[in-house]
């Protein structure tokens, strides 16, 4: 078996975190999830989609700066295990299907009978708490498609965190 010696000081340590700022992002992939959180014991359910960065925008809409193109941004999380979380992840849903706010007679139209289900594959959590899962095929649809994001930086427990301030279609 071949020795790997990687180089360390060629990499970062996680991911970029971005600027404010208006960039574009490729959808990459998308994975669902289910865990049952510590705290309260309630079972946390969603789905997070894998993104890459295409570029800064400028103020008109185009792409001015694509240095860190190709490199892999924050997850973006969706949650539906309560009907609280409902709303802010169709907004976020209706820009990866290219709607945007006032669309959404159409995109609620569009989606009639659409697999938007995360199941739970096993009984019981493992011992980390998470749950294997599988994602209803509608979720996966806008795998390949690209979204216009306002995203800032963050703090939570004292470490630097990517938010996602505006989520919209890229025209």
Known sequence: MNRFAPDFAEVKAGLKIYDRGEYEVKVTGVDGFAYVRDKDKVTVVGVKYKLEMVGKLGNDGTIFDDTDAG?????????????????????????????????????????????????????????????????????????????????????????????????????
């Open 71 to 171: 490199e892999s941004v924050v997850p973006m999380k969706l949650y539906i295990h309560s009907k609280k979380g409902w709303g802010f992840t169709k907004q976020t849903l209706m820009a990866l299907f290219g709607y945007t706010d006032e669309q959404e007679d159409d995109f609620n139209e569009a989606i009639e009978g659409y697999d938007f289900g995360v199941e739970p594959t096993d009984d019981e959590p493992d011992e980390e708490g998470a749950f294997e899962v599988e994602i209803g095929g509608s979720w996966k649809e806008p795998v390949g498609g690209r979204l216009h994001v306002t995203l800032k930086k963050g703090i939570w427990e004292e470490r630097p965190t990517q938010e996602f301030v505006a989520i919209r279609p890229a025209s």
